[in-house]
Each structure stands twice: as structure tokens, then as C-alpha cells.
């Protein structure tokens, strides 16, 4: 079946047929380091992870470019405020990136440009945007003049009108329109700056996509993606200036976005101070647990942050798990009796539904969610053949190797041990649960004996209870 994604210019889901049979070109707008990334940025992240390795698993070579913002306004305030060199801050945030990405299982890029190696580059399509009379500079800054470019609000649909009354753009005597943005920002005392034709300087924040996905991809690239929020005017800028430095030339064909991971329902946003960062949430969950969590929903549907749902997410994953566990166990022991012939046929079955199913959910948007569904169909056909028939057989091998490929074309590892050393016990995880019901219920009736009394003999077992907003927690030290 062919590959159908929904694309933000054209608002429908449409067959992709990439620029270049059997290559796919792909730039996503990575993270602006000047902290360590956040569950929401871990989103975006993990989505354009699971795409591309979607589109490796179809066949597909694919070059994936994904860029650090590491200079700008909020690098150069947070270096300040610490007293750090911002460039330097920017490089320590890039190196914690990298750690951060390997717990959450995802690949590194083909390419990871920075902006601040792209200056030179930025500067000659910031002349040549000058050249054709569709930028301009003031006292060392330069503007791109989005009434210059007819098709300027093509991707989100809005005309400069409804721009300017939508938007608070505050009056700037130096723009010719409101609207227009910078591409090169001359430099204020004590920031860091380069040189330039129009002086000592530093470039706005649009133009360093235009030149890495050009430079790294050329014009006319497959897929272009990043968060929700970057639809304007991060992207809307980049097609304006790109597609004006080409003359009219298309710069990617496919845009994509995923929705936002929420708190309460608001946006997860470093800037309203209301999200959790990835490095902290690996201090309760394993990585695969915060990737299988953010898989679990479609990337084009929004998605709160709950405890309870990464707990619920945990205990899937296990499921999942358990299924390879057991029949790896099983593949280890010699038959005994014979596996009914019929009853293997059934998993052989079984593993290429599984795979028709996972691959129509994915074709259809890389709809992960759905997907889901299969590999939790064939691990409950796994779970009930080895009860009857704990031996090696052909068809177990079938269903153990498709349930464990097709996780991986998601980049869920089912070896990992999801929840410390308890990983796979099941048995243990349903006496926790009625330990803590029966405390629960203790509390309830305000009975603290009980309550501490299980507590502190579940501590001096090794396992230690976090009373949290969701309930109790219990992990194994
Ligand atoms: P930033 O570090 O803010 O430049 O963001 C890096 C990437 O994460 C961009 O592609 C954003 O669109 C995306 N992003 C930021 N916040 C969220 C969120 N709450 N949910 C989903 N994606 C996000
Ligand atoms: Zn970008």
C-alpha cells in the first residue's frame, strides 16, 4: 500500500511520492539549546524519529538533517543570567541533548548542522534576497518585505491582513511593513556577533533553516518538519525567504507537524515555565517507557501530560515484554510433546496480520497509535499459545520475530527491562497493586498506623513508596 501524510500547505493527507525514487530528504527544526529539552520538544523528537524509521523500514534512504538553534535571544539572556559565554552555554546544552536522545532511543541525524557554523552561508542568501529587492537594511539589520512576495501566508493560510490585525506587532519605525521580520540583526554591546556586509552582527532566527535544509538538502527536499507552533511564523518565513532566494523555485514538498504536548490542557513551553524536562522524568521512568508513552497517541493529536497515563503507558510496554519474555522462554526448551501443527499455522497467522495491520496504521499518516493495536493483538496470541505449548516451534519463532521487528521499526527496544529489576515479574507487580489499594483504603480512613506501617516494611524490603498527586509509586533501590 502507498504512504499517505497529511500536509500542512495543502491541509489533506496525500500519497507521498518522494523528489528522487527510493530517497527521502527530511529537515526537522531541532531544539534552541539553552536547557535540556523538555517532554514537549521530546515529542516532536520522538514523532520525526518514528517517521523516519517508518520510511527506512519501507525502503527508503533516507538523509535526516536536524539543526540546533544555538544562538539566539534566549541563549544570549540565559548565558547572562549565568554568567556564561552563550555560545559555550549552547555547547554544554548540545552535549546533554545527545544524552537525553540515547535514553529516548533516537537516532542520531545524518546530520546535526549548527547555526553558528552556517553564518557565511545565511549572508549570501540574505544578499541575494537584498539583490532581488526582497530584503532590506536599516542601520545594520536587515528585514525580509513580505509585501514583496505575493505568496507570502501560504502555508498558514493567512493573508497579511489578517496578520496584522491578529497579531500585537508593535509599530517599528525602521520596518516598511509590520510584518516583516528580520534576517540579520546588527549587535548590541556585549553580544556575541559577526561580521557582515551590513556590519557587526548576528542573523535572525528563520534564516538558519533556509540555509542548512538548502545547503545539506537542496531545493525542493521531501519533508519538512518541527512543532505545531512552527507553522507561523518560523516556517512561513523560511518558505518566503527560500522560495524568493529561488526565485520562485518550490523549497520542501511535504510539510509536517505534530501537535503539542500539553499541562492542563496549555502548551509545554520553556517559556511559560510549565514543563518538565526530559532528564528529570528519566529520574521515574525509563526512556522507552517516555518514548512508548508519546508514540501512544497520533502526532497530529494533542496530548496532556499525565503521570498516570506514563504509568499506564509503563504497563503496556510491559505487557509487551512480558510476551517476548515468555517466549523466549519457551523457544529455549526442546518439545516435549509437538506443538499441534494446527495450532502453529495459527501464529504464523497471527504475525502476518500483525504486520498487514501495523503497516495500513502507518500508511495511513504514521498513525503509531493504531499501530499499537497489532503488536498487542499478536503478544495476547503469543501469551496463549506458549500457556498450551511452552516449546520451540516454527510459528513461535514467526510471531516472537515479527512482534520484536515491528517494535523496532517504532524504536521500541522489548528487551529493555521497563521498571527496574522487577521488569517481567508480574506476579510481584499484582501484589504491589493490592498492597497499595489496601493502603490506599487505610488513608482513606485516616488509619496512619497501617498506612506507615506499610511503608516502612515495604522499605526495609528495598522498596520505597513516593506518595505523588496520582496515587503512590513504588520503586526497587
Ligand atoms: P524549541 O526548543 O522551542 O526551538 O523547540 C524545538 C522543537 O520542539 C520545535 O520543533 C518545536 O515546535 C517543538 N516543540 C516545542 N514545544 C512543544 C510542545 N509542547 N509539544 C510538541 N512539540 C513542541
Ligand atoms: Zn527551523
Known amino acids: 500500500m502507498s504512504l499517505r501524510l497529511f500536509n500542512t500547505m495543502s491541509h489533506q493527507k496525500e500519497e507521498f511520492i518522494p523528489r528522487e525514487e527510493g530517497k527521502v530528504a527530511m529537515y526537522t527544526c531541532g531544539p534552541t539549546v539553552y536547557n535540556y529539552f523538555h517532554v514537549g520538544n521530546g515529542r ?19 538523509t535526516f538533517v536536524q539543526n ?3 544562538i539566539d535571544d534566549k541563549i544570549i539572556n540565559r548565558g547572562n543570567e549565568e554568567g556564561m559565554d552563550p555560545l559555550k552555554l549552547a555547547e554544554k546544552y548540545i552535549e546533554e541533548y545527545f544524552k537525553d536522545a540515547k535514553a529516548l532511543n533516537l537516532m542520531t541525524a545524518s546530520i546535526h548542522p549548527k547555526a553558528t557554523d552556517h553564518i557565511p552561508e545565511m549572508i549570501e542568501i540574505i544578499k541575494g534576497l537584498e539583490e532581488s529587492g526582497l530584503a532590506y537594511a536599516v542601520e545594520g539589520d536587515v528585514y525580509f518585505a513580505v509585501d514583496k512576495l505575493p505568496t507570502y501566508g501560504k502555508l498558514s493560510g493567512r493573508t497579511l491582513e489578517d496578520m496584522q490585525a491578529g497579531a500585537r506587532v508593535e509599530v517599528e519605525e525602521r520596518k516598511h ?4 521580520f528580520a534576517l540579520w540583526k546588527s549587535a548590541k554591546p556585549g553580544e556575541p556577533y559577526w561580521e557582515s556586509p551590513w556590519g557587526k552582527g548576528r542573523p535572525g532566527w528563520h534564516i538558519e533553516c533556509t540555509a542548512m535544509s538548502l545547503k545539506y538538502l537542496g531545493a525542493g ?19 518566503a525567504q527560500s522560495e524568493g532566494y529561488l526565485h520562485g523555485e518550490t523549497f520542501a514538498r511535504y510539510w509536517m507537524h505534530n501537535a503539542f ?11 511559560l515555565g510549565n514543563f518538565f524536562t526530559v532528564r528529570e522524568i528519566l529520574e521515574h521512568f525509563p526512556g522507552e517507557v517516555i518514548r512508548f508513552y508519546l508514540l501512544g497517541t497520533h502526532y497530529r493529536s494533542p496530548l496532556d501530560f499525565d503521570d498516570e ?13 512480558t510476551s517476548i519474555r515468555l517466549a523466549d522462554e519457551a523457544l529455549g526448551r526442546q518439545v516435549e510433546k509437538p506443538v499441534d501443527n494446527a495450532e502453529d499455522q495459527k501464529l504464523i497467522v497471527a504475525a502476518e496480520e500483525a504486520q498487514r495491520e501495523f503497516e495500513s496504521a502507518m500508511d495511513d499518516d504514521f498513525n503509531s497509535a493504531l499501530a499499537y493495536a497489532s503488536l498487542f493483538e499478536l503478544g495476547k496470541v503469543i501469551n496463549a499459545h506458549v500457556q498450551a505449548y511452552p516449546y520451540n516451534s516454527v510459528g513461535l519463532q514467526k510471531a516472537r520475530t515479527a512482534l520484536w521487528e515491528l517494535a523496532d521499526v517504532l524504536g521500541i527496544d522489548l528487551a529493555h527491562p521497563a521498571n527496574n529489576a522487577e521488569a517481567g515479574n508480574e506476579k510481584l507487580d ?6 497499595l489499594e489496601v493502603r490506599a483504603i487505610a488513608r482513606k480512613k485516616k488509619d496512619w498506623e497501617m498506612s506507615d506501617l506499610i511503608r516502612d516494611r515495604l522499605k526495609d524490603l528495598g522498596i ?14
Request: glycine content about 8%.
Open 261 to 271: 504536548l500539553t499541562v492542563n490542557q496549555q502548551k509545554m513551553s520553556k517559556s
Open 68 to 70: 540546533f538553534t544555538d
Open 221 to 239: 527536499f521531501d519533508i519538512h518538519g518541527g512543532g505545531g507552533d512552527l507553522v507561523f511564523p518560523h516556517h512561513e518565513n523560511e518558505i
Open 44 to 62: 516532536m523528537l520522538v514523532v520525526f524519529d518514528m517517521i523516519r524509521r517508518y520510511l527506512l523500514y519501507k525502503g527508503y534512504d533516507v
Open 309 to 321: 497515563n506514563l504509568r499506564m503507558a509503563q504497563k503496556g510496554l510491559e505487557r509487551l515484554q
Open 464 to 477: 520505597v513508596l513516593e506518595d505523588t498527586p496520582q496515587g503512590a509509586r513504588w520503586t526497587i533501590k
Open 430 to 435: 499484582q501484589v504491589m497493586d493490592l498492597l
Open 177 to 180: 511593513n509590520p510584518m516583516d
